[in-house]
């Protein structure tokens, strides 16, 4: 009887944790899927499959950051006009991942965010940029080797005026570590965990060289 029970919870354990992980295979199938997409149309479908994935799982942080992610994504890629609710659906699934796990990729995504409301309103700048800048600091106090805090600090940076503190000089250091880290990362094996930044990072650098 005793060895039967045994062999119940070991079964009831495994049926748990192959429930706990079934948004794992989903979710990644959803990111490859966004990374492949070609045009904004295409990304919001996945978008909208990828929050469907996160309110399945109220208790993952991974469903509803990706879900907050590509909404950001949406956006930049269709602007205000293309996608006005994108902000405020990247808004709700970010405060869910906060609220499950409020990590230095979650607190980096959430200065992302500040980051996007500036798109719309450029007037809001000394109210969003310090707000970034604040975040990102609390994102690097948690993780110092996040290379997506080191380029979103970069980019805030270089879209201050020197006058405030910003410009390319200020912004070199942290470009700099973002992309010493990204070449330090796994990028081959595809994964659930945030490895967005390194495009991002090749534009912001391309931009600067330009410049000069």
Same mark, same amino acid.
């Given at each position: 009887m005793k060895n039967l029970l045994i062999v119940l919870i070991a079964v009831f354990a495994t049926t748990f944790l192959t429930a706990q992980n079934n948004w794992?295979?989903? *979710?990644? !199938?959803?990111? /490859?899927? !966004?990374?492949? !997409?070609? /045009?904004?149309?295409?990304?919001?479908? @996945?978008t909208s499959a990828l929050e469907r994935i996160a309110l399945s799982n109220p208790i993952e942080w991974l469903p509803a950051y990706h879900a907050a992610y590509y909404n950001s994504q949406v956006f930049?890629?269709?602007?205000?006009?293309?996608?006005?609710?994108?902000?405020?659906?990247?808004?709700?699934? =970010?405060?869910?991942?906060?609220?499950i796990d409020n990590n230095s990729e979650v607190l980096t995504l959430r200065a992302n965010y500040y980051q996007a409301k500036l798109q719309g309103s450029p007037m809001m700048a000394p109210y969003y940029g310090p707000k970034?800048?604040?975040? *990102?600091? @609390?994102a690097l106090n948690v993780d110092a080797d996040n290379p997506r805090a080191?380029? =979103?600090m970069g980019q805030n940076l270089y879209y201050t005026p020197a006058m405030f503190g910003g410009g390319a000089d200020k912004a070199k250091p942290f470009l700099d570590k973002a992309a010493k880290l990204f070449a330090e990362a796994d990028t081959t094996t595809p994964?659930?965990?945030?490895?967005?930044?390194k495009r991002a990072l090749d534009q912001m650098n391309r931009q600067m060289a330009s410049a000069e």
């Open positions: 794992e295979a989903p *979710l990644q !199938a959803q990111i /490859t899927a !966004a990374q492949q !997409a070609k /045009t904004p149309a295409e990304l919001q479908v @996945v930049w890629r269709s602007g205000k006009e293309g996608c006005d609710a994108c902000l405020d659906q990247m808004d709700k699934f =970010l405060t869910s991942a906060e609220e970034a800048s604040g975040m *990102l600091k @609390v080191y380029l =979103l994964t659930i965990q945030p490895s967005w930044g």
